[in-house]
């Protein structure tokens, strides 16, 4: 049972417009929601986190939006750049869980420049 | 500031043979984890340790052990590998109290 879903493996977008990745989520559970970011032959990079007691978190071109209602969560680049081309991962944690992340399959992004 | 180290970064072995692979975390981190990426299963998680025991562990089978030694290094085992066994291995490490894991590039496993 795939608790953390992604249901767009591959997104194409135009340099410089909005990319928009969401993921869903089961677990009700779940309280701190992250994203990654992997280029290949690298590991996943850190991009921005957001707690279940926040609907929205920012930093510079990125944002997360948390709807838990829905159980659904999604991140905004804006604008896009060629250089953010690459495999993107939502991530969820519950309480108490240590470093035990339950990822989303991912969504490849590809920005045309 | 060194990142999360794992060694070696690819190797390749037969079915039924084991494999060690090691992991030096973030300098000052005393959490490790590890993750296993399959392209079928995503990324999923193995264990995790602090301070020499672990405090989790995922849906694997016994074949797969690890263990965090007294500078927070650690190992990770698979014993009778299969091939369903050939994954990237990933090591995450974290500052206590932190929510945010630090991962490494991964040590890729192919088993033939």
């Known amino acids: 049972d795939q608790q953390v879903k992604q249901n767009s493996p591959s997104l194409s977008v135009q340099e410089g417009r909005i990319s928009i990745l969401n993921c869903d989520y089961t677990?009700?559970?779940?309280?701190?929601f992250l994203w990654y970011k992997k280029y290949p032959a690298e590991g996943p990079t850190f991009l921005i986190s957001i707690s279940s007691i926040k609907d929205k978190n920012e930093d510079g071109r990125f944002t997360v939006f948390l709807n838990k209602s829905a159980k659904h969560l999604s991140l905004h680049i804006v604008p896009s750049q060629p250089g953010d081309s690459a495999v993107y991962f939502c991530?969820?944690?519950?309480?108490?869980?240590?470093?035990?992340?339950?990822f989303g399959g991912g969504t490849r992004l590809m920005v045309k420049p | 500031k060194a990142g999360v180290t794992q060694t070696p970064r690819y190797l390749i072995k037969t079915r039924g043979q084991q494999v060690t692979l090691s992991c030096s975390p973030i300098s000052g981190h005393r959490s490790v984890s590890w993750y296993q990426q399959t392209p079928g299963q995503g990324l999923q998680f193995l264990f995790e340790y602090f301070s020499e025991t672990q405090r989790n562990k995922g849906n694997f089978p016994g074949r797969f052990s690890g263990r965090q030694f007294s500078n927070s290094r650690s190992e990770m085992n698979v014993s009778t590998l299969e091939l369903g066994d050939s994954a990237l291995y990933l090591c995450a490490s974290r500052f206590s109290g932190a929510n945010v894991l630090t991962f490494g590039a991964g040590s890729r496993l192919t088993v033939l």
């Open positions: 991530a969820a944690s519950a309480p108490n869980a240590g470093n035990m992340l339950t």
């Open positions: 677990n009700s559970m779940f309280d701190y």
